[in-house]
């Protein structure tokens, strides 16, 4: 079965959505093998590259690994093959609607998401321990906050701040946004009490 993919967006792929695809990993801990982590940027000007050296700080600190990372565009496969986007902006959202229309019922801001999931409480399928019931399980979860947000946009407050070009303050405290969004979504998804 093909894991359940979730497809992390910012604007050069090297701060924001790296960072966010690795700490998810973190965060899932041993249940990461039943997770597809990617990221890619909505402008291709950092293809190729690594992680910016402060965001690869970050990661290593907080227990992840940078091994392999490339930075690659945003284009409208990778939005198709996943089943949660979650983007660092409101542009970039729109970026991937603009690309996938098809794929408004899957794509959030990383704060949108934060917020919504801090208010539902409803029933999900269970986990079991294997990929089938993961994917299950967070689909259902991506589709009760679609539900929950009834068509409403993100606000500009959901927006999670470029870090690029500025010091090792702005990227921790980036990195604990993250982190605060995707800790409880991993916890949710693997039904382990947070």
């Known amino acids: 079965m093909t894991p359940f993919s979730v497809l992390h967006v910012c604007m050069g792929n090297i701060c924001r959505s790296p960072m966010a695809e690795r700490l998810f990993l973190v965060a899932l801990s041993d249940q990461q093998e039943l997770v597809y982590s990617h990221s890619a940027g909505t402008g291709g000007w950092h293809a190729g590259e690594s992680m910016n050296p402060a965001a690869s700080r970050q990661v290593l600190a907080r227990g992840g690994d940078v091994t392999g990372f490339a930075a690659r565009k ?64 967070a689909v259902g979860l991506v589709e009760a906050l679609d539900a929950a947000r009834a068509g409403a946009r993100p606000r500009p407050s959901d927006d999670l701040d470029d870090p690029w070009g500025l010091g090792e303050m702005t990227f921790a405290r980036v990195a604990d946004e993250i982190e605060l969004t995707l800790r409880p979504l991993a916890d949710v998804i693997v039904n382990r009490a947070s």
């Open 74 to 137: 945003l284009d409208s496969g990778l939005i198709e093959g996943s089943d949660l986007v979650l983007t660092a902006t409101v542009d970039q959202y729109d970026r991937v609607l603009e690309l996938r229309p098809d794929a408004a019922g899957r794509t959030f801001v990383l704060g949108e998401w934060g917020r919504l999931q801090l208010s539902h409480a409803g029933p999900l399928p269970p986990f079991d321990g294997d990929a089938k019931s993961l994917y299950e399980r």
